[in-house]
């Protein structure tokens, strides 16, 4: 089946400094990639959906200058967390889907970056 | 709105044991899917099923099951002879319109052995 690669799977870095998060698809082609943030023993909270090619749509609430998206080739989204604050320390978690409609797709998961800001 | 409630946040069991998982969802659309996820300790979220709002069939893969009623809004998840391995958190999820899947608060399930 379809392969989502997140990398890292788990960063420390001190306060103030940038994290970039890679999402791969591995065997297909993925016009849209979404991130989500999972607080511990939480649900998953879509932070924002990446179109190829386009600027990200970001959920309402998520800074557009804090977490940096892009999407610029059809296998490879990054998430950059820009300044990070101990407050972002979190599970970051990406998907992608494997077809023009969601609906029919299985939408199928990165393993998740587990980011700790000391 | 759409919205996917899963009250039971953890449930514990002993092995072989039959283990059933809640999820309730509101929608004002016809169309739309629900899903179930399985996130392990690794934390990657493995898919379990896709169901569409048209399809009210039960439906069974090995030891699990799900009964998808839309008279009382529900999708749940029935894990039988329950194994160790099953520990996880699973989570229930909705899309519809707009296509953002939206996901319930999720229930950790502990199989003792």
């Known amino acids: 089946g379809a392969v989502v690669s997140q990398h890292p799977s788990r960063v420390i870095c001190k306060s103030g400094t940038s994290v970039k998060i890679e999402c791969r698809s591995l065997?297909?082609?993925?016009?849209?990639m979404f991130w989500y943030r999972q607080f511990p023993k939480k649900s998953l909270m879509l932070m924002a959906t990446?179109?190829?090619?386009?600027?990200?749509?970001?959920e309402q609430g998520v800074e557009k200058d804090k977490f940096l998206i892009n999407h610029a080739s059809l296998t490879l989204s990054t998430l950059t967390v820009t300044s990070a604050h101990p407050e972002d320390s979190s599970f970051y978690i990406c998907?992608?889907?494997?077809?023009?409609?969601?609906?029919?797709?299985?939408?199928?998961f990165g393993s998740g970056t587990q980011l700790s800001v000391l | 709105a759409q919205k996917v409630t899963q009250a039971q946040t953890e449930i514990s069991v002993v092995e072989k044991e039959d283990v059933t998982l809640d999820c309730v969802y509101e929608t004002r659309d016809t169309t739309y899917y629900l899903f179930w996820y399985k996130q392990p300790p690794s934390g990657e979220l493995v898919f379990l099923i896709r169901r569409n709002s048209f399809d009210e069939q039960n439906e069974i893969s090995g030891r699990y099951s799900w009964n998808f009623q839309k008279s009382t809004s529900s999708f749940n998840f029935t894990i039988t002879a329950s194994q160790v391995v099953d520990s996880a958190v699973y989570f229930c999820?909705?899309?519809?319109?707009?296509?953002?899947?939206?996901f319930g608060q999720g229930t950790r399930l502990t199989i003792n052995p």
């Open positions: 999820a909705l899309i519809q319109g707009a296509q953002k899947l939206v």
């Open positions: 065997d297909f082609q993925a016009t849209t």
């Open positions: 990446s179109n190829e090619g386009s600027k990200a749509t970001y």
């Open positions: 998907s992608a889907r494997d077809g023009p409609r969601l609906v029919n797709e299985k939408l199928f």
